[in-house]
């Protein structure tokens, strides 16, 4: 009997979505993943290393910022395995996000459950090691804990299952878990913390010992400069300085280095910020091909599987102004797009083909449904973005070379209100709001965004740029 196939991956022989935007994990398999990465694993791991300071990492959403701390971290955690470390770093299964409105109690509530689910798994992992002959009596304490059995007690004596919270849970449901688990097991929060506390204490007497790595990502969610330090500043205190504790932030939109300007926070972050740039072009054909390699279900090469080529993969990672998660979104719908008019088994002349027909097509709709909806010298700030001065990221202080490539007349106020009319469309993003700085410069940023690239691309293509600057960069994969 035939069954009917609803998978386009399983379809193709794959076991996975090759084009998954989930962060990639702090594991085996992530570490496989990563591509491109090698100078900044080594970085992040060295931040790590260093006690008492927090690693900051900033860079566009999407470019990999979770991925690398992840890797980084299970780099640390198997160099510690390898004896070529004395530090114990332990990777937690999920990073923490706050929300503008969180309470104290309540995160630090779920970062110690977390913080505890997290050592106890990971001293399964440890009980198959030998640590005989090394001077490491921090594991062995921690490995032959009685702590452990009162906390295994109290988290439900699982390990992986029947976890009680979960990192990405919100708080309000946290606090109703916390209750259950605190009457089931008879501990007040201070309690479990308490105790804890002591069994990281135990575990990594000496800061230096090493620490569970906790990652607070996604910060650019706060929406501005001044509340992500307000709250940040709040957790300070019970979070930062904790030992055994390891602490990483991630964000978006500048919003990391808007911390530094916190008197209060400052003193803690290990700088200078790591900003995570794009993984360059070349690194888009090696990463999909290890994808697919490690997705195979059988032992065939499975290269040549999908229904695009691996350079036109490339050639729209360049056009969407290289963000990788919006590239492996765009690549994933195009394939389920061919799996839908059962067009999976092409070759590879008819897949460069089908792509050339698309890419203008695509591209046109988006662009004229827009178009319909804004005067059509906005798009003027557009395409000197995209010009080789710019390259898709420029200031609100950029506007008089703006208007001086400019093919139109434009003032300062014309100028930023299409930037607020494009951020609204989604074309730019903009950065996080900053009310640290009372000068009287506006520190804005712009980014041109996948789709805002997209919609850049139909104009070129249909010669309707409006701007004297160069565009060497899409010259050169224009077909
Ligand atoms: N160096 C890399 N190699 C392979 N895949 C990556 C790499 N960096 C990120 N990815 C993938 O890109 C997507 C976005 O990565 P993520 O780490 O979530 O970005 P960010 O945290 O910056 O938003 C995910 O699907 C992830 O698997
Ligand atoms: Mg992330």
Request: hydrophobic content about 35%; glycine content about 6%.
């Amino acid at each position: 009997m035939n069954s009917i196939e609803y998978d386009c991956y399983a379809a193709l022989g794959l076991q996975e979505n090759p084009f998954k935007i989930h962060a990639l994990g702090a594991n085996e398999v992530g570490k496989r993943l990563l591509v491109g990465r090698d100078e900044q694993v080594q970085l992040v791991a060295q931040r790590l290393h260093k006690h008492g300071k927090i690693t900051c990492l900033d860079g566009h959403v999407g470019v990999g910022k979770t991925s690398l701390v992840n890797v980084a971290t299970y780099d640390c955690f198997q160099a510690f395995l390898h004896g070529e470390t004395t530090q114990l770093l332990v990777p937690l299964s999920e990073s923490f996000q706050l929300a503008k409105d969180d309470n104290v109690n309540d995160f630090c509530d779920r970062v110690f459950r977390k913080v505890a689910n997290g050592l106890l798994a990971h001293r399964e992992q440890l009980k198959s090691f030998s640590f005989s002959g090394t001077n490491l009596e921090h594991v062995n304490a921690w490995l032959n804990s009685p702590i452990v059995e009162l906390i295994n007690d109290t988290l439900g004596g699982a390990v992986n299952a029947g976890v009680p919270l979960v990192a990405s849970s919100t708080l309000s449901s946290s606090t109703t878990t916390t209750k259950q688990t605190n009457t089931s097991a008879g501990f007040s929060q201070e309690g479990f913390e308490q105790l804890v506390r002591k069994w990281l204490n135990e575990i990594f007497s000496v800061q230096g010992n090493g620490g569970v790595v906790c990652v607070i990502d996604n910060l650019e969610l706060l929406e501005s400069g001044a509340a992500a330090r307000r709250t940040l500043e709040g957790l300070r205190d019970k979070l930062f300085n904790v030992n055994g504790l390891r602490w990483v932030f991630c964000g978006a939109n500048g919003v990391v280095h808007s911390l530094a300007a916190s008197p209060r926070l400052g003193s803690f972050l290990n700088t200078p910020i790591i900003d995570v740039q794009n993984i360059t072009q070349s690194h888009i054909e090696p990463l999909i091909k290890t994808r697919l390699k490690e997705f195979a279900m059988g032992t065939d090469n499975m290269e040549n599987c999908l229904p695009i080529r691996l350079q036109d993969l490339t050639t729209l990672y360049i056009i969407i102004n290289s963000n990788l998660r919006d590239l492996l979104n765009l690549a994933d719908e195009y394939c389920e797009h061919h799996f839908n008019i059962g067009k999976l088994d092409l070759t590879e002349e008819q897949k460069e083909k089908r792509f050339k027909d698309w890419l203008p097509k695509v591209t046109k709709d988006s662009y004229r449904t827009l178009s319909s909806r804004i005067p059509q010298d906005t798009w003027l700030v557009l395409d000197i973005a995209m010009s080789d001065n710019y390259k898709g990221t420029f200031g609100i202080g950029d506007f008089d070379s703006f208007s001086s490539n400019s093919k139109v007349q434009i003032t300062q106020s014309t100028f930023e209100k299409w930037l607020r009319n494009l951020v609204k469309l989604g074309i730019l993003s903009k950065s996080i709001e900053d009310s640290s700085t009372d000068d009287e410069f506006n520190r804005d940023v712009y980014t041109v965004t996948a789709k805002g690239s997209l919609v850049h691309y139909a104009r070129f293509i249909a010669n309707e740029t409006k701007n004297t600057a160069t565009y060497n960069w899409l010259r050169r994969i224009h077909y």
